[in-house]
């Protein structure tokens, strides 16, 4: 079984703090995506990443940035969190390749409320 | 525009109801189609996908899909729902294999409450 792992199921941070969440996966797999989960509004793609060292904007990446320095690991980071940010974060990741199925797991997410 | 549309936000039925969750999408040229289940404080996970050939497919659980490219739909069905089929639901379309792309669109999301 793939098993993506979060660092932390809750978190409370204050306005202006950086503030990072930690994503690792088991499976080998070359995508990596951070996501937002917001009620009314689905999941939302804040970044991802096809390989190491490489990452791209989602649809919401303001306010965020990420690091992937090792497959397996992929960290988002609030450079100054913002009330604006208290949200469901997930963590998602995917085989990589042209016959690549395209399945995303998902983490059990991370539930981040700036105070 | 890339878009995927759940028209049913919230949906509550009595147990051994059947079930219609409606899913349109825009995207130009061919599709992996997907649906996505939220169990009360659980993780994301697929419930079943599309990729090509019999545009009918079945999914765990005893759900189904129907892929009617004609119309952009991949409406998710089930004949008799239980009280564990209570959940969030989540419809996602992604590119081709010549897409080049690996992301996901993800719908807004159907919440299901089945009644015991």
């Known amino acids: 079984d793939v098993k993506v792992t979060q660092s932390s199921r809750y978190l409370v941070k204050r306005t202006g703090e950086k503030v990072f969440l930690e994503c690792v996966q088991d499976?080998?797999?070359?995508?990596m995506f951070w996501y937002r989960q917001d009620p009314g509004l689905g999941l939302r793609l804040i970044y991802f990443?096809?390989?190491?060292?490489?990452?791209e904007k989602g649809d919401i990446p303001e306010g965020y940035s990420v690091s992937r320095e090792k497959k397996e690991r992929f960290s988002l980071i609030l450079e100054s969190a913002s009330t604006n940010q208290t949200s469901m974060y997930l963590c998602?990741?995917?085989?990589?390749?042209?016959?690549?199925?395209?399945?995303?797991?998902f983490g059990a997410g991370t539930r981040l409320s700036v105070l | 525009a890339q878009s995927v549309s759940q028209h049913n936000h919230h949906v509550i039925l009595s147990e051994a109801a059947s079930l219609e969750l409606g899913c349109n999408y825009s995207?130009?040229?061919?599709?992996?189609l997907f649906w996505y289940v939220q169990y009360p404080g659980q993780h994301l996970q697929l419930l079943l996908k599309?990729?090509?050939?019999?545009?009918l497919v079945k999914g765990i659980k005893g759900f189904e899909a129907e892929f009617i490219k004609s119309k952009f739909s991949f409406n998710l069905r089930k004949p008799s729902v239980q009280w564990s089929d209570t959940a969030e639901y989540f419809c996602?379309?992604?590119?081709?294999?010549?897409?080049?792309?690996?992301?996901?669109?993800f719908g807004t999301g159907t919440r299901l409450k089945v009644l015991a």
């Open positions: 996602a379309v992604m590119g081709g294999p010549t897409s080049g792309t690996y992301k996901y669109i």
């Open positions: 499976m080998d797999h070359e995508n």
């Open positions: 990443s096809y390989d190491v060292k490489m990452k």
């Open positions: 995207y130009g040229g061919t599709v992996n």
């Open positions: 998602a990741s995917s085989e990589g390749g042209a016959l690549a199925k395209n399945i995303q797991y």
């Open positions: 599309y990729f090509s050939g019999d545009p």
